[in-house]
């Protein structure tokens, strides 16, 4: 009898690990919710392309509060962009500097100092749009004090956000949502306040950022004739605006379903307020051109709850509910809020700064070395589509890639890094990364992988192909090897990017991305490139010493010198990220034993080099390991606040953590190529970790 319970019992364990995962209960128990006005936590909500970041009121009320003490309040679409006036014609030949290496002399923009290197690498950049805030009715600011019992809840899986609280003993709801199709912001506000004409709202257009600032810079509120706000239509229910600064502009609208009244308060601030009763039902519309017909409130926030469940039933998700490791709970934490954080801010046209449309960082520009890290977890969760919108841009940009190219004597196409939305590189050291370049060859394999089909190797052959030319033309033969440096700057920031030759990472993403490539060939029915493959036959062995993977051969100082222990272990990667070409499997496993007891996650690691590094540790086959690193305390740059930020020091917004964190999960639940056959293969399989996983794809 007792054996044929335990067998019930254990059937119905299994069926219990069969079941569909309720994907609301596991979205739901992780809605943020707020009782106090945390600097560090305001909430928001998106749709990829266009983001509203709110404090406690559901608004922007506050903006000096949080932004001076944790994460600014910001109202930001991914095509909205200024450029100062340029009237000394600065190009960017004018930050060059010669480089000569293997016989040759090949000039690079790594010129940071001067009147041109300053504009060139400012401009364009990010400029913000309206800000939202609640006024006393004399149109006076509201104080953070006067701000009770508040009971704020974003609803993940509607993409709603609730904020209800009393200001003068009377209650305030209100509730905030973004359209799925257009840049809007829907608000509903019900308050008494509103009926006795003791609280209105305001819109405040800001002339942009203060530029002097790489990091966060603070909303720019001087110099209000130097740029101008314009009323373009205005009736009981409209207020349209357009808003210009030099040759940038964009149109504003607000649209109520109540009359309203308006006051303009100052050249571009206005303030909105019923006519009569205690309910303003508004929508506040963005665009670049025009802002066209927009559903009521009501609507929009419909809209949101069926786009944001319709998220949420698509592609993959994970379930840890039955764990008794007490660390479960709090990925599981950070993996949903992750998720909603990357879908409402990597959705657009343009792929993301490093913060996102939260705050701006390096005026906004995208970073194109971290462009896996921001996307590739999207296809291995099944979404590629929002991985499909940043290729678009690569799309877009081949010609001025082929164009950077050819100055720089290659074949094909040379991606920039550091980025405008035309594709215009910025000067610095940033002209010298090279491990951007790959990226674009891998994250179209993973497309394939989503969708192996023929349509899928026409789209992106172009982007392969030319990817590849250029990659094998940046290697030099030596005399015995081909050689890959100088000048490079390797992805651990460390070293002179004069003289750096053969960085271990690099090497194997080179010889991994010129193998895809080839693949793409065969796919397509062509023959191989016999150059990719003598120079991917004939590539540099990845650098070790010491029985250690080094980052560097031209300076093997790693493990010699503690000051060469931080910033990205990034020779790692080529056994985590990728699958390990060139690599020896008992040398890395060395080498990830000694990054963990020696190395320095102090002075500076980032948030996406802890799922980094668990990756490696999967890969190896130690799941302990990879929970350990992936939930690592004892540095600065791995926590995650109440609303799912991951700070790093300087950014209290860092977005490449959590896509870091998305990826590292989807592998270590999906698995990869040649993973252990055992279902989520990167977790412990110890008894204390319950894993329900569904939907993911396995990392090639």
């Known amino acids: 009898m007792k054996r044929i319970l335990a067998l019930l019992y254990l059937l119905a364990g299994h069926a219990a690990l069969a079941a569909p995962i309720d994907r609301q209960a596991l979205v739901a128990r992780h809605n943020p919710h707020v009782n106090a006005a945390d600097p560090w936590a305001p909430l928001s909500v998106g749709n990829g392309q266009f983001c509203f970041t709110a404090d406690v009121t559901g608004l922007q009320t506050f903006p000096e509060h949080y932004g001076r003490k944790g994460i600014a309040l910001e109202t930001q679409a991914r095509w909205s962009w200024h450029e100062d006036p340029n009237p000394n014609g600065y190009k960017l030949a004018d930050a060059n500097r010669a480089y000569t290496a293997h016989g040759q002399t090949v000039a690079y923009p790594t010129i940071m100092d001067g009147p041109a290197a300053t504009w060139l690498r400012t401009n364009p950049h990010v400029w913000p749009l309206g800000q939202l805030s609640l006024r006393r009715g004399d149109g006076t600011a509201l104080a953070l004090d006067e701000i009770r019992n508040i009971d704020q809840q974003l609803d993940m ?3 709603v956000l609730t904020s209800r609280y009393a200001i003068d003993g009377q209650p305030v709801s209100v509730i905030t949502a973004v359209s799925p199709q257009q840049d809007t912001l829907a608000v509903r506000i019900q308050s008494p306040l509103l009926a006795s004409g003791r609280l209105k709202v305001q819109l405040a257009l800001p002339r942009g950022y203060d530029m002097s600032v790489k990091y ?14 314009r009323i373009t239509a205005q009736n009981a229910h409209l207020l349209a605006l357009e808003h210009q600064r030099d040759a940038a502009r964009y149109a504003a609208a607000v649209h109520s379903a109540q009359a309203m009244s308006v006051a303009q308060a100052a050249p571009h601030t206005f303030q909105l307020a019923p006519r009569r009763g205690q309910v303003l039902d508004f929508t506040v519309s963005y665009a670049a051109a025009s802002v066209g017909a927009v559903p009521e409130a009501s609507k929009v926030i419909a809209q949101s709850a069926a786009h944001w469940q319709a998220f949420w039933q698509s592609g993959a998700a994970i379930d840890f509910t039955g764990s008794t490791d007490p660390r479960a709970a709090e990925l599981e934490r950070r993996v949903v809020l992750s998720q909603y954080l990357t879908a409402i801010q990597f959705g657009g046209d343009f792929p993301p700064q490093e913060s996102g449309l939260t705050t701006t960082t390096w005026y906004g520009k995208n970073h194109t070395e971290m462009i896996w890290w921001h996307t590739a977890h999207f296809a291995l969760w099944g979404r590629p589509q929002y991985l499909e919108n940043a290729l678009r841009w690569y799309q877009k940009t081949l010609p001025v890639a082929r164009q950077i190219a050819a100055e720089r004597g290659l074949k094909g196409a040379r991606w920039p890094k550091m980025t405008s939305p035309q594709g215009r590189e910025s000067p610095g050291g940033n002209p010298l990364i090279v491990w951007n370049q790959p990226h674009v060859i891998h994250l179209a394999e993973l497309l394939y992988r989503s969708a192996p089909n023929r349509q899928t190797l026409e789209r992106y052959r172009e982007l392969v192909f030319a990817t590849a030319d250029a990659m094998a033309s940046m290697l030099h033969w030596d005399g015995q090897r081909y050689v890959l440096g100088p000048p490079l700057w390797i992805a651990q920031e460390i070293y002179d990017q004069s003289t750096s030759m053969n960085p271990g990472y690099e090497l ?7 193998a895809l490539a080839q693949q793409w ?21 990845l650098p070790q010493k010491d029985g250690k993977y080094v980052a560097l051969e031209s300076t093997p100082d790693t493990w010699d010198n503690p000051a060469s222990r931080h910033d990205h272990p990034s020779f790692l990667m080529s056994l985590g990220q990728l699958p390990g070409a060139g690599v020896d499997r008992a040398v890395m496993r060395r080498t990830l034993d000694a990054v963990l007891a020696d190395w320095d996650f102090k002075t500076k690691i980032w948030g996406w080099d802890y799922p980094m590094i668990a990756m490696t540790a999967a890969r190896l086959d130690a799941p302990q390991q990879a929970v350990a690193v992936l939930l690592k305390t004892d540095g600065p740059n791995n926590g995650y606040t109440a609303a799912g930020h991951n700070p790093n020091t300087d950014l209290p917004v860092y977005l490449p953590g959590n896509s870091a964190l998305l990826a590292a999960v989807a592998m270590m639940a999906g698995g990869w190529d040649g993973a252990p056959p055992r279902a989520t293969p990167g977790f412990p399989q110890d008894g204390r970790w319950v894993v329900r996983a569904e939907g993911f794809k396995p990392l090639p």
């Open 157 to 159: 899986w509607k993409g």
């Open 216 to 229: 966060n810079p603070p909303l720019d509120w001087s110099q209000p004739a130097s740029h101008s706000t």
């Open 508 to 514: 194997s993403y080179w010889a991994t991305a010129l």
């Open 521 to 541: 060939r065969v796919r397509l029915g062509l023959p191989p490139d016999a150059d990719w493959e003598r120079k991917r036959q004939q590539l540099s062995a």
